[in-house]
């Protein structure tokens, strides 16, 4: 059971906004939205997380929509190190309840 | 800053051979995970521990057991491994479950 919805993939050119949808139709007022991201096998890196307000740190930025329905992660600056598999994920932050992946958005940044 | 070490990286094992895969993180977190990731697929949950001398089953548990050691070091062992437990493993924490979850580099295990 699926929570969250992304596109497959997405090309990006080097130095324009990457904005990456993230569907979570389903999602219930006490949980929240996170962005992992997973560079070439490596291990997941964290992003970003909100609950309803948008939220900026020094990686990007996540955008909400009103009815908390769909969001954006948005890198305003994308460079060839952005390239990676990105990870919408939506969870209670507490209890008992663990990060579940889904496949992600294989973002590609073109030179 | 070492964060979440896992070893080892790389092992190819015979069908029915055991082993254990070793996991240690250094920012004093509770909460320790065990994840696979297949080609193509997002991380499945394994196991985790919610703290010291607490663990728990995941999505896929079958064919895998894990000892949390002490608050630093959990383990997960393959008893007798199965082609299908070809995977990277992926181990992980996180000072609670309401906290960023930190991940590991990851472990290549092929089962032939």
């Known amino acids: 059971d699926a929570k969250t919805t992304q596109p497959p993939s997405m090309d990006c050119a080097e130095g324009r906004a990457a904005n990456l949808p993230c569907n979570h139709s389903t999602i219930s007022g006490n949980e929240y939205v996170y962005w992992y991201r997973q560079i070439h096998s490596q291990g997941p890196q964290y992003i970003i997380h909100g609950l309803k307000n948008n939220e900026t740190n020094e990686m990007a930025s996540l955008i909400i929509t009103e009815d908390r329905k769909s969001s954006t992660l948005i890198l305003p600056h994308a460079t060839l190190r952005d390239t990676a598999v990105y990870y919408c994920i939506v969870r209670v932050n507490f209890g008992n309840e663990k990060l579940t992946f889904g496949t992600g958005t294989r973002l590609t940044i073109i030179p | 800053n070492a964060g979440v070490t896992q070893t080892p990286k790389f092992q190819v094992l015979k069908t029915g051979q055991s082993m254990t895969l070793q996991c240690a993180q250094d920012?004093?977190?509770?909460?320790m995970y065990w994840y696979r990731q297949d080609p193509g697929m997002g991380l499945r949950l394994i196991y985790y521990?919610?703290?010291?001398?607490?663990?728990d089953k995941g999505e896929v548990p079958n064919g895998y057991n894990v000892s949390r050691l002490n608050k630093r070091e959990f383990s997960l062992r393959l008893e007798s491994a199965a082609p299908s437990q070809t995977s990277v493993y992926f181990c992980?924490?996180?000072?609670?479950?309401?906290?960023?979850?930190?991940f590991g580099e990851g472990s290549w295990l092929t089962v032939v």
């Open positions: 521990s919610a703290s010291e001398g607490t663990t």
């Open positions: 920012m004093n977190h509770n909460s």
């Open positions: 992980a924490s996180s000072e609670g479950f309401r906290n960023t979850i930190y």
